[in-house]
């Protein structure tokens, strides 16, 4: 009796720490947060989620449903997925916004999660061509943060120097290897169905599109574009 007791204490002072430190945040960072956990509950509907996430087949004619292509971002089926957005999306706004700006973090958001849901859509097609499973074009949502939350491990990648995280036996994992070790465990967690099937197809695309445009794209105070440093180049 005690016992539980004591984990509903934590889970009430959890809560309200979470609470807090998204209440002292960014408009930005409310309205994602907000619309994720709002997305998260009209998932238990069968047809809210077949009207606000991507389905490949029906961005195609006759169809068109365009407004998808917006609305996918804040649908997550899984509550530990959502927690996760959460926790990245208030990372986002103590982290980066500061450095960029408010407008600008609504810019590389619009721009990652776009390209995201549109490549992501041609990777499901592709399959679709290759195998001629129709299950590609109307059975597999393409939904959430994934390539949000990728687009903020690269970020990171840029804005923090590089040192070591963890030092073991097996090397020393930096920051710079952060991107690719989530895309790993993205991988693997899609196999115990921890993750949806969209999740690391998300991921990885967030992971190039996000290098790009911050590499290539992204225009600074002082007038230049992109970033050509060294230890910012894919191969690092």
């Known amino acids: 009796m005690a016992m539980s007791i004591n984990s509903n204490n934590v889970v009430h002072q959890l809560q309200n720490q979470l609470t807090g430190v998204v209440g002292n945040s960014s408009v930005m960072v409310k309205f994602i947060c907000s619309a994720v956990c709002i997305g998260y509950l009209l998932s238990f509907s069968d047809r809210a989620l077949t009207i606000l996430t991507i389905l490949p087949g029906n961005l195609l004619p006759p169809n068109f449903w365009i407004w998808t292509l917006v609305t996918h971002v804040f649908v997550e089926t899984h509550w530990w997925v959502v927690v996760c957005d959460v926790v990245v999306t208030v990372l986002y706004g103590k982290l980066v916004e500061p450095l960029w700006g408010a407008l600008e973090m609504v810019k590389f958001t619009g721009v990652v999660t776009l390209v995201v849901a549109v490549m992501s859509t041609l990777s499901c097609l592709f399959v679709f061509l290759v195998t001629q ?9 393409i939904h959430g943060l994934a390539g949000y939350v990728a687009g903020f491990s690269v970020a990171v990648k840029q804005c923090m120097p590089d040192y070591v995280l963890v030092n073991s036996p097996f090397g020393k994992l ?5 991107p690719l070790v989530l895309l790993v465990l993205a991988i693997v967690l899609y196999f115990p169905k921890v993750v949806d099937f969209a999740f690391p197809i998300m991921f990885g695309w967030g992971i190039l599109v996000s290098w790009v445009y911050l590499r290539f794209y992204q225009k600074h105070s002082s007038g230049n574009y992109g970033d050509m440093v060294d230890g910012f180049s894919f191969a690092k």
Not at 133 to 141: A, G
Not at 174 to 178: G, Y
């Open 133 to 141: 499973n129709t299950d590609f074009l109307f059975q597999r949502h």
């Open 174 to 178: 930096r920051n710079r290897h952060i």
